[in-house]
């Protein structure tokens, strides 16, 4: 009889394992080799509730609901929603931390 190098289980006599593993430990193996899933992208969208897309003389808008223009492009040229996404909230924070400082002032 034959046992398992790593957990000392009994082998079945009818498992072909080179390494002398039980067919348990393989499986725990494979499992350890699989990556993790990629974890979720941000659904982070609070600052663009309210905004808009519009489309002016051939430019499309993303306008907030303020009224400032977050992002802007020609309709000819393909532009990837991530890239608009992140530069839109770049924009976005920097105007409201503007809006902010001006009303603390007052």
């Not at 498992?15 to 393989?26: I, Q, R």
């Amino acid at each position: 009889m034959q046992f398992c190098k790593e957990c000392g289980g009994a082998l079945n006599l009818f498992e072909s394992n080179d390494e002398e593993v039980c067919w348990c430990c393989v499986q725990k193996r494979e499992k350890v080799q699989v990556p993790p899933p990629p974890p979720l992208p941000s659904t982070d969208f609070d600052d663009f509730v309210g905004a808009t897309f519009s489309c002016e003389n051939e430019i499309l808008m993303l306008t907030a609901k303020e009224g400032w223009v977050l992002w802007s492009g020609p309709l000819s040229q393909p532009v990837p929603f991530e890239t608009i996404i992140k530069r839109a909230r770049q924009i976005y924070r920097i105007r409201r931390k503007r809006r902010q400082h001006s009303d603390e002032r007052s």
